[in-house]
């Protein structure tokens, strides 16, 4: 196919051409253009010889220059720093980017999508549908490549699907309410405190060449990380699912799709209308809930407070359309009669290998908590050992939090992992000097295997049971609205 057998101008001439593509690694996309151009004499050849293989680190951390590639080698256009979308006459933004296929079966996004740099300065003065950001996602011509961990070369994976997407309609209300957060909060003078966790779909990710790197902000004199907005992996994993692999179903295999709580009026936001549902219901028992939405008590099911609140949203399964795309948490939390809760927080198991070599700035468990919202639905025993339903509330954790106390967790734990790790059995019970829930307000370190026996291997080589961070009992009732406490 000639490379001018496109109409720029045309969004469906754009993906049709993609196609070509498909089953192609990025080395033979190149070699192939080269090919071509050496056929084509030397004109040809000189107009593409601007950019190759050459340019692309074959470090997997450098991902940014295989986008440049499909813009020079495939679809042979300069790349340059021009702000409008890359084909502009068509109004459609290019965006490579990597899936992972998972054990059981299914495919994941692998990363967020990253859209374009905030610019702090101009963006207080802009509004979604006016926005740069809109200009640069109305319309994406993504293009999906397999990561594959045994590859060493970028240049090696192979560009399995390439598709146009523009956010579905009912998607855009929450997008706009996301930009609108990111926004208020600059204007706020707090662009400092900005977190993936403040938002459901769109979310203002950090983009920097160095953990150093700051900018200025307009209302505030002190500088902040530079950041982007993104959409989340979460979403990415649902427009892989839902619009990119043909006749894929989506997380749960009993339905065609999973079910949407869907929004109320054009006034209220997503976070809004979810929690006016469940408060409607505040003040009955658990006993009262299941009797009404039809659950059987007798068969005892696992988590049952939680399937509460997903059938008061209108959902008859454990997956809402929303919270899935937004990578939010439901977490039922349990306060006792005396007002105290018995249980802390627990995540994941860390791998100790693994995260020895970590950053905090790209550690697993501080980008889970940096990108993950919480919804809190709260029950308390009353003094007649009825369980009620209190409300709840979205949550995620402040920027000082995990800027301080997390984070001092963390490099503590990571330090004793790779040295000063002391073990021990005492009466059977094994013992070690991570951190404990008395050393830190916020978190700590503990088991979370399914016994003793469940082990990993240390860095030095010895066997330690399973451990993974908690988020502190007491901390989790302190950040709980006071009216969910009474």
Request: proline share 4%; hydrophobic share 30%.
């Amino acid at each position: 196919m000639d490379y001018q057998d496109y109409d720029k101008t045309d969004p469906i001439s754009i993906e049709r051409y993609s196609k070509g593509m498909i089953g192609k690694t990025f080395r033979e996309i190149s070699d192939e253009d080269d090919a071509r151009a050496k056929e084509g004499g030397h004109m040809l050849a000189e107009a593409h010889a601007s950019f190759g293989v050459s340019d692309v680190s074959a470090k997997k951390r450098n991902k940014g220059n295989l986008g440049q590639l499909i813009e020079e080698k495939y679809f042979h256009y300069k790349c340059n720093s021009d702000e409008r979308p890359d084909f502009h006459e068509a109004g459609v933004e290019l965006k490579v980017t990597p899936y992972k296929e998972n054990k059981n079966g299914t495919v994941s996004a692998k990363e967020r999508l990253i859209l374009t740099m905030i610019d702090y300065n101009k963006v207080v003065n802009e509004t979604f549908y006016h926005s740069h950001l809109w200009e640069k996602s109305k319309l994406i011509l993504l293009v999906y490549y397999l990561y594959v961990d045994q590859i060493k070369s970028n240049l090696d994976y192979e560009i399995n699907y390439a598709q146009l997407f523009t956010p579905p309609k009912e998607d855009l209300k929450i997008m706009e309410d996301d930009f609108n957060t990111i926004v208020n909060k600059v204007r706020d003078g707090k662009a400092h405190e900005l977190s993936e966790s403040d938002t459901e779909y769109l979310a203002a990710a950090p983009k920097a060449s160095s953990s150093k790197d700051r900018r200025s902000q307009p209302f505030s004199d002190i500088p902040a990380k530079p950041r982007a907005f993104s959409l989340k992996g979460s979403y990415m994993t649902y427009v892989l699912r839902t619009f990119v692999i043909p006749g894929k179903k989506t997380y749960d295999p009993s339905r065609e799709k999973y079910e949407r709580i869907g929004l109320g009026d054009g006034n209220e936001t997503f976070e809004e209308h979810v929690m006016g549902k469940i408060n409607a219901f505040r003040g009955q028992s658990v006993k009262e809930l299941a009797e009404k939405f039809d659950i059987d008590l007798t068969t005892k099911p696992k988590n049952l407070e939680a399937m509460i609140a997903y059938r008061i949203l209108g959902i008859k399964g454990n997956h809402a359309e929303e919270f899935e795309k937004a990578g939010i948490v439901v977490k039922s939390i349990r306060i006792e009669a005396s007002g105290k809760i018995k249980e802390s927080m627990s995540f994941p198991t860390f791998k100790f290998k693994e995260l020895a070599t970590e950053i905090w700035e790209d550690s697993t468990f501080g980008n889970y908590l940096r990108e993950t919202r919480f919804f809190f639905v709260v029950y308390k025993y009353n003094d007649n050992g009825e369980l009620i339903l209190k409300g709840c509330q979205f949550w995620n954790i402040p920027y000082e939090d995990m800027e301080t106390h997390v984070k001092d967790v963390w490099e503590r734990t990571v330090n004793l992992i790779n040295g000063g790790l002391k073990l021990d059995i005492v009466n059977g019970v094994h013992k070690n000097n991570f951190p404990k829930i008395s050393d830190d307000p916020v978190c700590h370190v503990r088991p979370h295997g399914r016994d003793s026996k469940d082990v990993d291997i240390l860095p030095d080589g010895r066997e330690c049971p399973k451990q993974c961070f908690w988020l502190n009992r007491s901390y989790i009732l302190s950040q709980l609205d006071d009216d969910l406490k009474d």
